[in-house]
Nanobody
Framework: QVQLVESGGGSVQAGGSLRLSCVAS????????MGWFRQVPGKEREGVAA????????YYADSVKGRFTISQDNAKNTVYLQMNSLKPEDTATYYCAADLKTPIMTAIQALRSTLYDDWGQGTQVTVSS
C-alpha cells in the first residue's frame, strides 16, 4: 500500500494554469501506474491523465489533451499534473491514485478508476469564467 498526498489546487480564472502535486510514500515497486482523476458531485469519477512510473508512457483523456501534462520526479516520489488553458468545466475535486499490481495497462485501462487501489484525499480546483 502507498500513501498519497495531493496539493496545488485552488481557484483560477478561465485560461489560467495550476500545477497539482502528488507525493507518494511507502513501498513502491520499480514499475507501477499513477493516475489523476477528477469528480464533481453527482457524477462518476473521471480519468484525466496517467503515467507508467518506470516505463514513461503517459495517457490522457481527450478532454484535456494538449492542455494538461502529467510528469514524474522519481527523486521526490512525486507526480505532477500541469494544467494549462483551464476551462470552467475543469472544475472538480482532483485525486491522484496508484495501482501497484497491474504490470501492463492499455490506454483505456490506465484511465479507469476501478483499477486503482490507493487514493489521495483530493484537492479542489475551481475555474471561473
Amino acid at each position: 500500500q502507498v500513501q498519497l498526498v495531493e496539493s496545488g489546487g485552488g481557484s483560477v480564472q478561465a485560461g489560467g494554469s495550476l500545477r497539482l502535486s502528488c507525493v507518494a510514500s511507502g513501498y513502491t515497486p520499480n514499475q507501477y501506474y499513477m493516475g489523476w482523476f477528477r469528480q464533481v458531485p453527482g457524477k462518476e469519477r473521471e480519468g484525466v491523465a496517467a503515467i507508467w512510473i518506470g516505463g514513461g508512457n503517459t495517457y490522457y483523456a481527450d478532454s484535456v489533451k494538449g492542455r494538461f501534462t502529467i510528469s514524474q520526479d522519481n527523486a521526490k516520489n512525486t507526480v505532477y499534473l500541469q494544467m494549462n488553458s483551464l476551462k470552467p468545466e475543469d472544475t472538480a475535486t482532483y485525486y491522484c491514485a496508484a495501482d501497484l499490481k497491474t504490470p501492463i495497462m492499455t490506454a483505456i485501462q490506465a484511465l479507469r478508476s476501478t483499477l486503482y487501489d490507493d487514493w489521495g484525499q483530493g484537492t479542489q480546483v475551481t475555474v471561473s469564467s
